[in-house]
């Protein structure tokens, strides 16, 4: 079992910044099986997308809407995924949850961004 815990979400004005974090715990077992983990998002009657992924290895893939604007980066060590916005836009405005896969699939429970105009 592997829990991820959001934080960092927020108001913030146009052109603002925010980082999120996402710290996975649970068993070593689980723990150790895990190689990507992502960042999703939600908007208000729009489907989910994925916003941008980090593999242990450093590799990273970005949406093509936040390229040049958000940063992922993860600490191993600290078990944790970092979501660096800046030049938020208004349509940015989302539920940002974390994910990853350890055998199964896991989300964390979101976190609000809303950006305002």
């Known amino acids: 079992q592997v829990q991820l815990v959001e934080s960092g979400g927020g108001l913030v004005q146009a052109g603002g910044s925010l980082r999120l974090s996402c710290a996975a715990s649970g068993s070593i077992s689980s723990i150790i099986r895990i190689n990507v983990m992502g960042w999703y998002r939600q908007a208000p009657g729009k489907q989910r997308e994925l916003v941008a992924s980090i593999a242990r290895s450093g590799s990273t893939n970005y949406a093509d809407s936040v390229k040049g604007r958000f940063t992922i980066s993860r600490d191993n060590a600290k078990r944790t995924v970092y979501l660096q916005m800046n030049s938020l836009k208004p349509g940015d405005t989302a539920v940002y949850c974390c994910?990853?896969?350890?055998?199964?699939?896991?989300w964390g429970q979101g976190t609000q961004v809303t950006v305002s105009s």
């Open positions: 994910n990853t896969v350890a055998g199964t699939e896991y």
